[in-house]
């Protein structure tokens, strides 16, 4: 409860994993979750006295790693802040700013005026007040700020966050990448009429930014350049604007409407998305390309159209707009079509779209269609039943995610492609059954696997079956496996498990006990953050083989299990009998790996368990 800073923290870091989980309460179990983890690791008052330090920290790590690089892997954030706290006397670390003091200076003295000259010691300098130690010398006056080049060094003004205002002067061409980046205070921008660029990320997150003018130049608008801006509540973008970049005015929550000019050829992926609040998007004939999830998770759009002109559209470009009913085509577009307010490609051989606030309980996808594209039904809460016809070729990424009232799919033999979480976050699925004579997948008591039954693909979020016996073939768990499932408790993967994907086990709050069988977890690929399951799951305990739990103690990630790491007392005997051949039903019962499960052999599920020091197979 004392770590209310360490927010600021990892709320940069994990924007990209809310956006794709498509629900608030889960960023925020994040943030709980990481403040219970690292709230006894020795730097607590640290984080409490200077949050600002610690979100500097983080961004820095993004300038030099790059977004992508930072999203793969949530050990190294942890163990490169952890460390760097380590290192620095606790002392300094609780005094008023004076961990950046502590980090630079030697720097300082070593290199003097030439040090602060150089562009990339401007992004280290203003993160805590620390005049009283440094002086003028430390350039914190936002008018000396204001007197340097921003277009000649990437990260020009970075984290300055006590600069308020922002007038540049005229003559200026462009906005460097990253210029003003975390610039919190800032409210207000004036830009000279010559800026025909805006570099990526110029102004994301400058969380005080309520207006910004355009110049009527304006060329491009770079990716993530007014991302997190949450206080921007208008933009008028100019009638020479080309382009707009990927995230660009994402997660701009205050703005409440655009209006795109024919200028404008492309909108780029995710440019829009999560601007919560966004009720009224006009796009303009001349527009040529919107990219996939472009306004994504605007959940105040109630209706748009798209122009003629419009030739190339993404998979989700409305997915999760909770208020979009119907998607209206402009006429004589001659790529796509709209059919009772769901988005098609021209021949209605691909659906694109289907409106996520489209409150028809059935749905009966054409049989002209051959392709249901990434995010097409994404977010839709009232279709209870959406039967897959035996034309159907491919089911994108995500196609079906958190399509939350349909408790069966049966996918069809024809199906070639189940591209990745296609059924994901589906609250009231059970089952996902494949037909037999399909060629590339198939399915066991509803649980989705390809046809050899190496890769597990989706467990139904709702199935209610509380253990899990993998196949002996299983070699991977696909991304968000076992996502979101309440009911499941136990796991037990076999020998042959070498990789497990991004949020495997994401928010199964109730998975008590996961058995990997696997000898050495360093031959075993993780994924993002796979086993964290919620600030209020309950403790699991993770039972490896025998000479194993060193190895597991002292690996990444898996060592998060600990203390509550234990070798297996048993494997299980080879010789295995059925049900039938179990004379008496009265003794106890253990699972595979020798935990011993109340009430007898016949109240328990489907599987493999031991009785009587014996190997029994209830079918």
């Known amino acids: 409860a004392d770590n209310g800073n360490i927010k600021a923290v990892v709320l940069r870091v994990f924007l990209g994993v809310a956006s794709a989980l498509g629900r608030n309460r889960e960023l925020a179990d994040i943030l709980e979750y990481l403040a219970a983890e690292h709230g006894d690791s020795g730097v607590n008052g640290y984080l409490v006295e200077s949050g600002a330090v610690v979100e500097r920290i983080f961004a820095e790590l993004f300038h030099a790693l790059g977004q992508d690089d930072c999203f793969e892997r949530f050990a190294l954030f942890k163990c490169a802040l952890f460390e760097l706290f380590d290192s620095l006397a606790d002392g300094e670390l609780l005094e008023r700013g004076a961990a950046v003091e502590c980090a630079h200076r030697n720097a300082l003295n070593r290199a003097g005026n030439r040090y602060l000259d150089r562009s990339s010691a401007l992004e280290e300098r203003v993160v805590v007040n620390l005049s009283d130690a440094l002086g ?25 966050i006590y600069m308020t205002t922002l007038s540049l002067p005229a003559g200026m061409e462009t906005i460097g990448d990253n210029a003003f980046s975390y610039c919190l205070s800032i409210t207000s921008a004036e830009l000279p009429g010559t800026i025909t660029k805006i570099g990526e990320s110029a102004f994301e997150g400058c969380t005080s930014l309520e207006s910004i003018a355009l110049p009527e130049e304006l060329e491009t608008i770079g990716g993530f350049a007014f991302a997190d801006c949450v206080a921007l509540a208008s933009v008028d973008f100019p009638s020479y604007l080309t382009y707009i970049g990927r995230w660009s005015f994402s997660g701009c929550e205050a703005l409440g409407e655009v209006s795109i000019p024919a200028s404008v050829e492309t909108i780029s992926d995710n440019a829009f998305a999560s601007c919560v609040n966004l009720s009224s998007v006009q796009l303009s004939e001349g527009l040529k390309s919107i990219e996939e999830t472009a306004f994504n998770a605007c959940e105040q759009l109630q209706t748009i159209t798209i122009p003629s002109t419009v030739t190339n ?18 006429e004589g577009n001659t790529a796509y079509v709209s059919v009772e307010g769901v988005l098609y490609n021209k021949a209605m051989t691909t659906l694109v779209q289907y409106p996520a606030d489209k409150d028809n309980d059935s749905y009966t996808i054409p049989e002209s269609v051959t392709m249901v594209g990434d995010y097409a039904f994404c977010g839709n809460d009232y279709l209870t039943s959406l039967p897959l016809h035996d034309k159907l070729k491919v089911i994108s990424d995500f196609a079906f995610a958190r399509v939350s009232g349909v408790p069966t799919f049966d996918v069809p033999a024809s199906t070639e492609s189940i591209g990745e979480s296609a059924f994901h976050d589906c609250w009231s699925l059970t089952d996902i059954n494949v037909a037999k004579n399909n060629p590339n997948y198939t399915s066991v008591d509803g649980v989705l696997y390809d046809k050899e039954m190496n890769t597990l693909m989706q467990y139904p979020e709702g199935k209610t079956t509380p253990e899990y016996i993998a196949p002996k073939s299983l070699r991977n768990l696909g991304p968000y496996a076992f996502f979101g499932n309440k009911k499941l408790t136990t796991v037990d993967l076999p020998d042959g498990v070498a990789s497990i994907g991004d949020f495997a086990f994401g928010w199964c709050q109730n998975l008590s006990s996961l058995t990997v069988r696997v000898a050495d977890p360093a031959t075993i690929e993780l994924g993002l953050i796979p086993f964290f399951r919620g600030a209020n799951a309950v403790d699991c305990i993770l039972r490896v083989p025998v000479g194993s739990k060193t190895k597991y103690e002292n690996a990444d990630l898996w060592k998060d299990f600990a203390p509550n790491i234990e070798e297996l007392t048993s494997d299980g005997i080879d010789n295995a009998t059925t049900e039938g051949q179990q004379a008496d039903k009265a003794e106890r019962v253990y699972s595979r790996d020798g935990v011993q499960l109340r009430g007898t052999l016949g109240q ?13 197979v209830k079918r």
């Open 604 to 616: 328990q599920q489907k599987g493999v368990y031991i009785v009587g020091g014996k190997k029994v």
């Open 313 to 330: 559209i993404g998979g989700g470009i409305f997915a999760d707009c909770k208020k979009l009913s119907a998607i209206d085509m402009a």
């Open 136 to 160: 003028d010398n430390y350039l914190l006056c936002a008018e000396a700020l204001r007197e340097r080049p921003v277009a000649d060094g990437l990260n020009a003004f970075c984290n300055c």
